[in-house]
Nanobody, 125 residues
């Protein structure tokens, strides 16, 4: 059974950077889609970064493109989310998610079956 544990959240000033980590246990990162989602109070869960462990391909929505970078370290079984140029609207609980890969990765929360507990990111001066 795959388990995910996020870490690295916290308080950061606008324009600052933060790196989130997602430790994976119970399976190696082979043939998985891995995603980072976020959810702010009163809003729907939003996907912000995705990576395929099969070929390393990534996807970012326009809201974070150029600011966020997802990466994976297979040796450490860890997925990272580097967030730069943070804005107050990036404030949310960030979740790591995983789903076994079929033909392609999907970028909606309902497709992912395994979730971490979430880590709070607050962007404020």
């Amino acid at each position: 059974q795959v388990q995910l544990v996020e870490s690295g959240g916290g308080l950061v000033q606008p324009g600052g950077s933060l790196r989130l980590s997602c430790g994976v246990s119970g399976s190696t990162l082979v043939n998985y889609c891995l995603g980072w989602f976020r959810q702010a109070p009163g809003k729907e869960r939003e996907g912000v970064s995705f990576i395929s462990s099969r070929d390393g391909s990534t996807y970012y929505p326009d809201s974070v493109k150029g600011r966020f970078t997802i990466s994976r370290d297979s040796a450490k079984n860890t997925v990272y989310l580097q967030m730069n140029s943070l804005k107050p609207e990036d404030t949310a609980v960030y979740y790591c998610a995983a789903q076994m890969l079929g033909t392609r990765c999907f970028h909606v929360s309902t497709w992912y079956s395994t979730w971490g507990q979430g880590t709070q990111v607050t962007v404020s001066s």
